[in-house]
Every structure is written in C-alpha cells, then in structure tokens.
C-alpha cells in the first residue's frame, strides 16, 4: 500500500511541476511577445521549424498562446528540407497535420552545396546558415508572411554574446526582434527570455519526434559547442549568474563602456550638476560584491 501511496505521490508531484513549467514558458513567451511587439493585430507569422526540440517547442506555445491573445493573428509551420541522406522527411510533415496547422515544406538541397564548398573537418555552419537564411526570406515573401519566428532561446542569446567577445572583439549578441539581411522581413525570437533546460524538459514531456541534425556530424569543437558547455558548468557553480548576464544585455550604460560611436566621450565638459548616477568605477567594494538576490526571469509560479 505504501509502495502505490507513493508512486501517487511522485505522479502528483510530476504532474505539478510539469504544471509549472508549462505556465512558466507561455508566461515568458507572452512576457517577450508583448515586450518587443513581436506580433501585432493580422500578422502572418511564420514559424520556422527544424526538426529540434527549440522549434518544436516554440510553435507549441504560439498555437496555445493564439487562442487566448489579444490580437488576431496566423500562423503557418516551414520546414527547410537541405536534402541531407538519411532525413526522415515523413517526420515534419506528420506532425504538423497531426496539430492542423498549414505548413510548407521548402526542398532544396543545400546539403550537396556545403559539402562542395567547404573543406572536410571544417565547420560547416556558417555556411549552411546564411543557404538556409536566404532561402527562408524568399520563402516568407512567398507565402506573404509578416513575421519570421525563429526558436533562439536565451541560452543561445548568451552564448552568441560570449562567442562575439571572445573572438569578435566586441559587445554583440542576438537581439529579440530584428528587421532582416534583405531590408524586407521582421525576424522575432519569441523564446528569448526562456532557458533551455526548461524547453528540454518541456520537449521530453511533449513527445516532440525530434530530427538530429547530422550534417556536421559530431563537431564537438565548435566554437558554440565549447561556450554552452562553459555557460552550463557557470550556471551549475553560481546559480542566478546566467539570469544577471542576460538581465545586462537589457541594462546598457553607453557612458561606462567605450564605444565613441555611442557616447561623446570627445566633447564631454563640466556641467557643476551633481548626477546620482554618475561615475561609480571606484567603488570597488560595492560594485564587486556578489549581489544579494539574483534577477531569475525564469522564477517559478
């Protein structure tokens, strides 16, 4: 009796916590929408999906969000078939009837592109992206999309940050909404403010028939391979950092960095008004301490 009386016990808890993070994630998604208007009243959005957990889950959310939204919008599903060997390309297309929701399947071998072009045991994904980046905007012309949503979440907007300072020298990251390369398409992240292992969680209790991506193979060294195994063990050590960082890309002081393109630093003069919020860089003690309670936007229910 004790053994069943727990098992119900651990089923409830599951089924609370899974409870949780289904609010936690269509809470910060809405939070993000509504943030940097993403999507406004008749958009046609357009839901990239590849096959990963990231995709899935983001166009999981936007149809739950769609019914209870304040404005009216559509969406419709894409898929990018590169014609890799091997694709499962029934995969994609069963699912997305099974959720009835209008899709496209663009088919177009980049595949055979990039392993022309780029050297063996080079990285192949910068390459593939901009091929699947092109042929994405066409595709949302095409099919008279107003919005073009990609699965980016925040690990992936810390990671691009770290990666741009590291070997970019300089303060870059992915933003959240952006207008496209070709001038034409407004591309939104809606995940932004969400944290990947809450979408692996949410992928593994949705069931999501996810489609590695094998092009590259194993390229354990890749650059991005390395950052996410960094930001994972700072988040494992410091608990609350990873929310800070992200917290700051938000939290910009021009006149406390270096960039002369955003701040007169040239023609600064005395102006004899004290500014509260002025030159704090020798306050050692306070701006180094550890602070005593971490910004967490993905904070439980």
Known sequence: MSAVLDDGQASAREAHELNKLSKRLHRLVGQ????????????KVMVCVSGGKDSYA???????????????????????????PGFPEHVLPEYLASRAI????????TYSI??????????????????????????????GATKIALGHHRDDMLQTL??????????????PKLVSDDGRNIVIRPLAYVAEPDLERWAAHRRFPI???TLCGSQDNLQRVQMKKMLREWDRQFPGRLDNIFTAMGNIVPSHLM???????????TTGVVNPAGDRAFDEEEDCAPA??????HRDD
């Open 32 to 43: 993000a929408i509504a943030d940097f208007n993403m999507i406004e009243d008749g958009d």
């Open 58 to 84: 983001l166009l999981d959310i936007l149809i739950n969000l769609r019914q209870r939204a304040p404005v009216r919008f559509d969406l419709i599903a894409v898929n990018l078939d590169q014609k890799q």
């Open 102 to 109: 209008p899709f496209h399947i663009e088919n177009q071998d």
């Open 114 to 143: 990039v392993k022309r072009l780029v050297p063996e045991g080079k990285t192949m994904c910068s390459l593939c992206s901009r091929l699947r980046r092109g042929i994405l905007y066409r595709v949302a012309g095409e099919l």
């Open 162 to 175: 770290f990666m741009n300072m590291f070997f970019g020298s300089r303060l870059k990251g992915m933003p």
């Open 211 to 213: 489609i590695p991506c």
């Open 259 to 269: 960039d002369r393109k955003l701040y007169p630093f040239t023609t600064l003069q």
């Open 292 to 297: 005593a309670m971490p910004v967490r936007i």
